[in-house]
């Protein structure tokens, strides 16, 4: 093949075509892929068929769909007008595929020493860090992590590493529950066994959370979450929860004056400034600098990983349960 390429043709279909090869304009670099990372969300939703159609990105979501949006691979042809080299390894946010054009400007080396599994993370590490920034984690605080998924994993991660002195991690199965830091700061609870709020409760010495994270995805699991917090706390609508959430809102907003943030990717910076310097090219060199300097352990969290060739089959047993999986990647 030219340039094998996942699409889903349309909705349960998932193929491995051959696209032709792209070519890279001025300010573009060609990249041959060694390693790309499955959203087991936004993919998945695409694949299913039930990708909302008022998405803010209009035709996002539509068949044939070109998959994947985290790739870590070489660069082995640059424009004119690009600044980076032959040879150097970049991150950027470009399809499951065996080679891929990305504006130089958006690729994000990678270091020497960041495998390419570690460096394949940056996308979840880019929106879980927005996250956590604008939930303005500090320390001492308690944190609660609704969802121990891959995005409920950084989250609880870079709570701890923002500086919360407990972080509460919520799931419904135990199996990913047991992916969560094995550290008495960090405290498993599932709902079926537990009721989260009285585990909260007692872990903070009665003072409840200072913060909430919905990683879910569950619009049933919002109304829950709010009991957690203590008066005037924080909910980080950290996961894209489609779908209506039944709410009384005197009681769980107005009366405990608690405040609701939204934190997609997307409200990340386009460009750095003195007020807002966190692009996500500086989230990313963030992220690369904790795996270097040991300070986040990432690479035990894949759970899969598969030749190209095996990718639609992956991709059916995951759209069938992706309960077993965390992170999930195909080696180009």
């Keep these: 093949m030219t340039n094998p390429t996942v699409v889903f043709p349309e909705a349960r279909a998932v193929e491995l075509q051959d696209r032709d090869r792209p070519t890279p304009g001025g300010d573009e670099v060609l990249i041959e892929t060694d390693t790309t990372v499955v959203s087991t969300g936004t993919e998945l939703t695409v694949l299913s068929g039930e990708y909302p159609d008022h998405s803010v990105w209009d035709t996002y979501g539509e068949y044939p769909f070109v998959a994947g949006y985290t790739n870590v691979g070489t660069v082995v042809e640059a424009g004119d007008g690009a600044h980076l080299e032959p040879g150097t390894r970049v991150a950027s946010w470009t399809p499951h595929a065996a080679y891929v054009t990305a504006s130089a400007d958006d690729c994000v080396p990678v270091p020497d020493d960041v495998s390419d599994a570690e460096a394949a993370l940056f996308v979840i590490a880019q929106i879980v860090m927005n996250g956590i920034r604008r939930g303005r984690v500090t320390w001492g605080e308690t944190a609660v992590v609704y969802g121990a998924g891959i995005l409920g994993q950084f989250a609880t991660r870079l709570c701890q590493l923002a500086g919360a ?168």
């Excluded at 830091?181 to 599932?190: I, L, M, R, Y």
Aim: proline share 7%.
């Design 165 to 332: 002195e407990t972080v509460i991690g919520v799931d419904l199965a135990q199996n990913r529950l047991d992916f969560l830091p094995d550290d008495p700061a960090v405290v498993a609870v599932d709902p079926d066994d537990e009721i989260p709020a009285k585990v909260v409760q007692t872990v903070s010495n009665g003072r409840f959370a200072d913060v909430c994270f919905e990683v879910t995805g569950n619009p049933d699991a919002i109304p829950e979450e709010f009991e957690v917090l203590r008066d005037q706390g924080r909910l980080v609508l950290l996961s894209s929860p489609h779908g209506e959430t039944t709410l009384d809102f005197h009681d769980s907003v107005n009366a405990p004056s608690t405040e609701i943030i939204g934190a997609h990717q997307l409200s990340h910076p386009s460009t750095a400034t003195v007020a807002d310097p966190w692009t996500k090219r500086r989230h990313a060199e963030l992220y690369f600098s904790y795996l270097r300097q040991g300070r986040l352990a990432v690479a035990d969290l894949f759970t899969h990983a598969v030749d190209p060739a095996d990718a639609p089959d992956l991709y059916r047993d995951l759209l069938d349960d992706r309960t077993q999986a965390m992170a999930v990647r195909i080696e180009w």
